[in-house]
């Protein structure tokens, strides 16, 4: 089942960022302690997020101001409403977002008062998205000035996703959680946007010990350029176009919680790489960005708006 009528004869509407991608409830518990083995524990009332990577970071470009679409797939169950809700609420274009086929994705989240947690993933639906769903939307992607993706959908789909980009079209890689990826993939990324775990399990043992080291030795892979996140350092960028990797800074901020911070930088980074911004000024939007967002609690409530970006 598709999320719009594709009968409509009017041509596409052209959008700043299209996000393919998962999309999860997640379902957190608190207890005092995590059970082992063969033992049950009490915990506080379930509560019940939208979240997955991709999901998130429709959202948060869309409450930055982006014009921006989700290629998806839930269940037809209570978790694909509340994912398909969220999306609306922030503006999101959800036609894209393709239901049944299996349960919504669930992740499974136990938090203890230390804020440590243990997640087991139910990926679902995300699992059933498919490259001939990719193929089917090629007038999305087609409309689209920059598609951006992550590995919580099967790694075929993103190999067809790369394939299938729009005239034009720049592909934004996030490869998390990180798997061995294609070189077909690896060439298309402009950029590949990494954190410090995923920079060393993509470079393995030589992968060096400096944000410079892990740049050079991604951008060797055949990407058109890195982005490697940094936390509260900010972010490093290197353009194989030219130029050394440049550093950015982030700006001081009380981090409150950082789930989805991540995933608030790279949807600033691929809409404003959209606009023609170049990459280090990009980069620079993007971390004020992922600053903003761990003042909140949550991963989709913690994101900013734009005037909330402005008043850092």
Known sequence: MHGNDDSAPLAPPRYDLLVVGSANADLVVGVDRRPGPGET????????????????????????????????????????????????EAGVDTGGVLVGGAPTGVALITVDPSGDNSIVVSPGANARLTPEDIRAAGPLLASARVVSVQLEIPLDTVAETARALGSGARLVLNPSPPAPLPDEVLAACDPLVVNEHEARSILGEGAGSTPESWARGLTALGPRSVVITLGAEGALVCDTRGGAPVRVPSPRVDAVDTTGAGDAFTAALAWRLGLGEELEQAAAFAVRVGAAAVTRQGAQASFPTIEQVAAL
């Open 41 to 88: 524990v009490l915990g506080s009332d379930l509560v019940v997020h939208p979240g997955g990577k991709g999901a998130n970071q429709a959202v948060a470009a869309a409450r930055l101001g982006a014009r921006t679409a989700l290629l998806a797939r839930v269940g037809d169950d209570a978790h694909g409403r509340l994912l398909r809700a969220s999306q609306q």
